[in-house]
């Protein structure tokens, strides 16, 4: 077999795949996009502030004496300069009165080589210092030019890379966090999937290898999980029936074919010892067994040919009235025998079905209704609806413990009450009966109570179609 990859992992790959490429994508644009709209902001402060020393400039301009306050030129020219801008002041007639570089010329070569170094090397932005001239006017006119020189198209100041480098490393630190959650919560979550269906796994592997009592302990919080163990525990108890109704089935069967052969073994071994005379009475009695045999055998396969589908129903239109009064005719002997009364409460019923098949039902339904009723009565119903023809057989005779009652239908099924009554039953009856409704698009039900007596109810559809249906 190609190896196969382990639930558990593959969720928690996937998981963590989708994860980190989603803090990929998205520290991707959250750069792009702040580094973005913070060089913005950047090149609006570097504006800011040549507007601010052009103003100042303009600010030390004496009017009474129409010279500049040189003083406050310097102070503002210095602390601009640690600023990064180096600046000039020329008289309007391009003389120059005051200017960064011969006053500070070591500091401002330290300047212009630390902000192209950190431009450069840290923030990969090409560029060089550029100069640009700004005319200093007042209402009365020029008083000067200022130039201004810095780098362009825009620089980052100490602080500005500082706050750079923090943000950078809050979105290393985040994402850092993220995979790391996302690795825990994916195997988490692998775990939680994974474990019920490996759970689920084991226990179906246990069920195949025979262990029908194998049972998963479900209580999943996901539902379809949940209905997946919940089938599989329904399966276990069915396998597990199966093979308890097997193992009766065979003990059933070995007992059915005993207890007539011993008998007649019996008796033929005792004639031919000479110690009973072979009286037509011994010799009925025997053939009596036979027939029992034989009626067993012709029962099951009867029961055989149903179960391969092989039952085709010859459908008829007739009277069900009629049918139901002609199957309790053959009990009424054998009731007015045992003081039970029949009665047939029915009025004319048109049906199409199978005339035979059914009789087959409403005698083996009777002759059970007989066989377990001591006194009382029998009555025999018919209830209809739209859809349906609902036939009800109701005794008040020994009544069906209720364990017997799922199994009644299934083959050579005796509730130990009828067996130790040995009511001369075989347990195939009921099977012939359920399967002959089934075949008939309908259904069989029975509500007893035990001492009580038992109601059957037979529903017919109306317009049934031909159906083949198995006996489970
Ligand atoms: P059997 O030949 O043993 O009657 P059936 O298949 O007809 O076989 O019935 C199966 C079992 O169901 C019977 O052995 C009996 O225990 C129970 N049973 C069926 N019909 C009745 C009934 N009317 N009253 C009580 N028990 C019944």
Same mark, same amino acid.
């Given at each position: ?367 059970? *209704? %007989?066989?377990?009723?001591?006194? +009382? #009565? &029998?009555?025999?119903?018919? !209830? @209809? ?49 359920? *399967? %002959?409704?089934?075949?008939?698009? +309908? #259904? &069989?039900?029975?509500?007893? !109570? @035990? ?22």
């Amino acid at each position: 077999m190609k190896r196969k990859i382990r639930l558990r992992n593959y969720i928690a790959f996937i998981y963590t795949l989708f994860v980190c490429i989603g803090i990929f994508i998205l520290s991707i644009t959250v750069n792009a996009f702040s580094g973005k709209l913070f060089s913005e902001y950047v090149k609006r402060t570097i504006e800011r502030e040549i507007n601010e020393i052009i103003r100042s400039f303009a600010d030390q301009y004496q009017h009474s004496n129409g010279i500049f306050n040189m003083d406050g030129i310097n102070a503002i020219g210095m602390h601009y300069l640690h600023r990064g801008y180096l600046i000039s002041l020329e008289a309007p007639s391009g003389i120059t009165l005051w200017d960064v570089h011969i006053m500070n010329m070591p500091q401002c070569n330290l300047i212009v080589e630390e902000i192209t170094a950190r431009m450069q090397n840290d923030h990969r932005l090409d560029g060089s210092f550029i100069k640009t001239q700004y005319t200093l006017e007042i209402e009365t006119g020029q008083i000067g030019n200022v130039n201004i020189e810095v780098y362009a198209p825009f620089f980052y100041s100490l602080e500005d890379a500082h706050f750079i480098k923090s943000l950078n490393m809050l979105f290393l630190i985040t994402g850092i966090i993220f995979a790391v959650l996302s690795v825990i919560i994916s195997f988490y979550l692998a775990i939680v999937i994974a474990k019920p269906i490996v759970q689920t796994k084991n226990a179906a592997r246990r069920i195949s290898e025979g262990n029908f009592a194998t049972r998963i302990e479900n209580n999943f919080f996901l539902a379809e999980l949940y209905e997946l163990a919940g089938s599989v525990n329904d399966l276990a108890v069915n396998l597990e029936n199966g093979e308890k109704w097997q193992k009766r089935l065979t003990s059933d069967m070995a007992h059915e074919l005993r207890t007539p052969l011993t008998v007649l073994q019996g008796n033929i071994d005792a004639m031919i010892d000479g110690v009973w005379e072979p009286t037509p009475k011994r010799l009925q009695f025997c053939n009596d067994e036979i027939e029992r045999l034989h009626k067993l055998i012709e029962n099951l396969s009867i029961l055989s040919l149903i179960e391969r589908d092989n039952l085709n129903l010859h459908k008829t239109d007739f009277d069900l009235k009629k049918l139901l009064l002609q199957a309790a005719a053959q009990f009424i002997p054998l009731a007015q025998e045992k003081g039970i009364t029949l009665t047939v409460n029915i009025a004319e019923t048109p049906i199409h079905a199978d005339y035979d098949r059914l009789m087959q039902v409403f005698v083996n339904l009777l002759s059970n *209704a %007989i066989k377990y009723t001591e006194q +009382g #009565n &029998i009555i025999l119903t018919l !209830n @209809e609806s739209e859809a349906a023809h609902e036939i009800r057989i109701t005794d008040t005779g020994i009544g069906i413990p209720e364990n017997d009652l799922s199994h009644i239908f299934k083959r050579l099924y005796r509730s130990d009450v009828s067996r130790d009554r040995s009511s001369g039953g075989s347990g195939i009856g009921l099977s012939i009966v359920a *399967a %002959i409704v089934k075949a008939h698009g +309908g #259904n &069989i039900s029975v509500v007893s !109570n @035990e001492g009580q007596g038992s109601v059957f109810t037979v529903t017919l559809p109306k317009n049934s179609f031909l159906r083949f249906t198995a006996l489970v």
